[in-house]
């Protein structure tokens, strides 16, 4: 199983930019896909899930508006487009992998929830 998480770079103040999750050795359309980030100094903090059929999004307060989650099931990729970056969006950026529970889509916003992680990427947002 590997996950691998891509697109980050710098980029000023009010810019965009797209991360890509590219997943190989399990079927993405039965996992949930979440996406963290970490601060120097913080703990990592959920920014975002999608569930395994891309029909249901969920976003942390910080970043609703700006940031959506997106996903090609074919592609075994996932995204995350960010809009109108910030400087306190300066993080590690990952992605990681969860597999189907029981019961409607729901947020899954915690590190422990989630079984399978790939190397972040770097997001600097200068102001």
């Known amino acids: 199983v590997q996950l691998q998480a891509s697109g980050g770079g710098l980029v000023q103040a009010g810019g965009s930019l797209r991360l890509s999750c590219a997943t190989s050795?399990?079927?993405?359309?039965?996992?949930?896909i979440g996406w963290f980030r970490q601060a120097p100094g913080k703990e990592r903090e959920g920014v975002s899930c999608?569930?395994?059929?891309?029909?249901?999004?969920y976003y942390a307060d910080s970043v609703k508006g700006r940031f959506t989650a997106s996903r090609d099931n074919a592609e075994s990729t996932a995204y995350l487009h960010m809009n109108n970056l910030k400087p306190e969006d300066t993080a590690v950026y990952y992605c990681?992998?969860?597999?189907?529970?029981?019961?409607?889509?729901?947020?899954?916003?915690?590190?422990?929830?989630?079984?399978?992680w790939g190397q972040g990427t770097q997001v600097t947002v200068s102001s």
């Open positions: 990681a992998a969860r597999g189907l529970s029981d019961g409607p889509s729901r947020y899954f916003n915690t590190t422990d929830e989630y079984d399978y």
């Open positions: 999608i569930n395994s059929g891309g029909d249901a999004t």
């Open positions: 050795g399990f079927t993405l359309d039965y996992y949930y």
